[in-house]
Nanobody
Framework: QVQLVESGGGLVQAGDSLRLSCAASGRAFSTYSMGWFRQAPGKEREFVASVSRGGGTSYYADSVKGRVTISRDNAKNTLYLQMNSLKPEDTALYYC????????????????????WGRGTQVTVSS
């Protein structure tokens, strides 16, 4: 089992950058595929990005491709989401998620596959 705690959210202006972190407990972080999701007010939670267990392969939603980079540091049990050129429509509660083992990128968008979730960190982008 793994516990996930997100941090790094805040209030920023459009065009700014922000890096979110997700600290994972437990000793087996490197055996989990990891991902980020977000939920905007009044909308359903949506996929943002995922990364393979070793960090070598990543997969992005079209809405953030080119502006967002997902990465992980297995030595620190931490997942990251670097977000650049933020837009007001990026305003949301951002969650990290974990699933044990390999996960093909195209299946990352299926929320039912993910086993563990954090409680989220709020990102608010003002125009």
């Amino acid at each position: 089992q793994v516990q996930l705690v997100e941090s790094g959210g805040g209030l920023v202006q459009a065009g700014d950058s922000l890096r979110l972190s997700c600290a994972a407990s437990g000793r087996a972080f490197s055996t989990y595929s990891m991902g980020w999701f977000r939920q905007a007010p009044g909308k359903e939670r949506e996929f943002v990005a995922s990364v393979s267990r070793g960090g070598g392969t990543s997969y992005y939603a079209d809405s953030v491709k080119g502006r967002v980079t997902i990465s992980r540091d297995n030595a620190k049990n931490t997942l990251y989401l670097q977000m650049n050129s933020l837009k007001p429509e990026d305003t949301a509660l951002y969650y990290c998620a974990a699933v044990s083992g390999y996960l093909s990128g195209r299946y990352s968008e299926d929320q039912g596959i993910w086993q563990y979730w954090g409680r989220g960190t709020q990102v608010t982008v003002s125009s």
